[in-house]
């Protein structure tokens, strides 16, 4: 991989970055149309931006609640001690956690913070019981219900501010 810093990126990158963050299946062509390149030149600043890591990979955004996971859970998650040990382990543990779709060791009174989607009531009950409290090391296990998505976004808008 390439080493490239921040510092490195020029507005037409930023552009690129932007368009394909809209758009992660953009043709070059329509890519060079929306950042005034040409195809070529489109196509080879979308390899190298591939290539220094700025962009890590692309995704096809799943319609979770069309696929019957209608329902969103924020669950904070507390454990028994904070040794780097018991951390090891409850991460190992979670990432097979089938139901949970982000998990992160964060600050404050929680030390893991995580989304979890199900269909139901009953079946975060089931979620609950055979997955996240066979979790090792867990004091305390708290769950919000979203009841409305505001904004959901894979990269935040403000790292553009400022590009044309």
Known sequence: MTEIHTTDFDATDFRIMRALSEDGRMSDVTLGEKVHLSSTAAARRRK??????????????MDLPMLGLGIVVIVAIEL?????????????????????????????????????HVKN?????????S???TLPHVARIRSSFV??????????????NGVK
């Open 48 to 61: 190298i931006l591939e290539e220094c890591g700025a962009i890590s990979g692309y995704t096809a955004e």
């Open 80 to 116: 028994r001690s904070q040794a780097e040990a018991v951390l090891n382990e409850f991460e190992a543990a979670v990432i097979h956690c089938p139901s949970v779709t982000f998990c992160s060791f964060v600050s404050g009174d929680t030390d893991f913070l995580m989304m979890v």
């Open 121 to 129: 009531f009953d079946d975060y009950d089931r979620v609950y019981r």
């Open 131 to 133: 997955e996240l409290a």
């Open 147 to 160: 009841m409305r998505s505001v904004t959901q976004r894979t990269v935040p808008p403000a790292i553009f």
